[in-house]
């Protein structure tokens, strides 16, 4: 069953419940998806070279979240990142921000998000300045996700960087070989929680003196009170020669869409990867429904372009 098929059969009942909710931008996609190669896309005239025969082929869409569209460019992206990888050991961090300011994250996504690269990097760029084996400009690769596997919005920043920074005045690279270690992740998560409020401060948001960790709003008593935490989280960890994690993001670069649709016997249901398990769990199906993932198209389309 094509995507552009299902967002037919349940755009209305999906805006019924959630058009007061839903960004502009999240509208475009809907829009793009539910047209990629149908009859209401525009078509391009193809023509074997052999026989001459001619078929008319419907346009893609070409937006950054469709799955048909986005394959190509995520194949693309990861052999250019390969092709610059240098001799030192990967490690994969991840900088996750605090569940008291998703409400604020999520009121002001282009702030926060931006806020979350810039300052992960330079608390990355910091600690590599000061290392007694780098002492030098290192690089990375930063890709943000917004969601974890089951949907949940959780956003947390992948950095991708090698043990390795370059020495400006001997031109060479200073690695740190054999230690398997890069920096310690209680004191990145200091600096990166020091950064982040200060940006969020500059920018003249309010930080929640109040969260209600039950989801009710304004908090109902002094014990239920949570400010933001004085403990962040920043997991660090070996990824060898880092092809695995490059794939890993490359996956969810370009193609955001995975996830499971389902329509039986009326349910209508949309949900992502149960974490550790080979099935999706679908709530509301009696016990768990083993489906097949979501399989890549492997088609390249000249006509795709990033939305």
């Known amino acids: 069953m094509q995507l552009s098929s299902i967002i037919q059969t349940f755009e209305a009942d999906f805006l019924a419940a959630y058009q007061n909710t839903l960004l502009p931008s999240q509208r475009k996609a809907l829009d793009a998806l539910k047209q990629c ?39 693309q992206w990861l052999e250019r990142q390969l092709k610059k990888q240098v001799p030192a050991e990967y490690f994969l961090l991840t ?94 998560a200091k600096v990166f929680r020091a950064k982040l409020l200060a940006g969020v401060r500059e920018q003249g948001l309010e930080l929640p003196a109040c969260y209600d960790p039950q989801g009710g709003g304004e908090c109902r008593n002094r014990k239920e009170r949570v400010s933001v935490p004085k ?34 016997a009326g349910a209508k249901t949309c949900q992502g990867r149960d974490p550790g398990k080979g099935y999706y769990r679908l709530p509301g199906w009696p016990g768990d429904l083993p489906l097949p993932r979501r399989q890549n198209q492997t088609d390249a389309n000249p006509n795709a372009v990033r939305a």
Not at 39 to 63: F, R
Not at 233 to 248: C, E, F, N
């Open 231 to 264: 403990t962040w989280v920043v997991d660090v960890k070996s990824v060898g020669s880092g092809d695995k994690a490059l794939v890993y993001l490359g996956r969810y670069l370009y193609n955001h869409m995975d996830v499971v649709y389902a329509g039986f």
């Open 37 to 75: 190669r149908t009859t209401q896309s525009p078509v391009m005239l193809a023509q074997c070279d052999g026989c001459e025969k001619q078929v008319l082929i419907p346009h893609s869409c070409g937006h950054r979240s469709c799955p048909h569209c986005q394959h190509y460019e995520s194949q």
């Open 95 to 188: 900088f996750t921000l605090p569940e008291e300011l998703r409400p604020l994250a999520w009121q002001h996504q282009r702030t926060l998000y931006d806020l979350m690269i810039r300052c992960s990097w330079e608390t990355l760029k910091t600690f590599a300045q000061n290392d007694p084996h780098l002492q030098g400009k290192a690089g990375a690769i930063s890709v943000l996700h917004t969601h974890s596997r089951r949907l949940d919005y959780h956003p947390h920043v992948h950095v991708v960087m090698p043990a390795a920074a370059i020495d400006a005045d001997e031109r060479l690279w200073r690695t740190k070989a054999g230690k398997s270690y890069l920096f310690n992740h209680k004191a990145l």
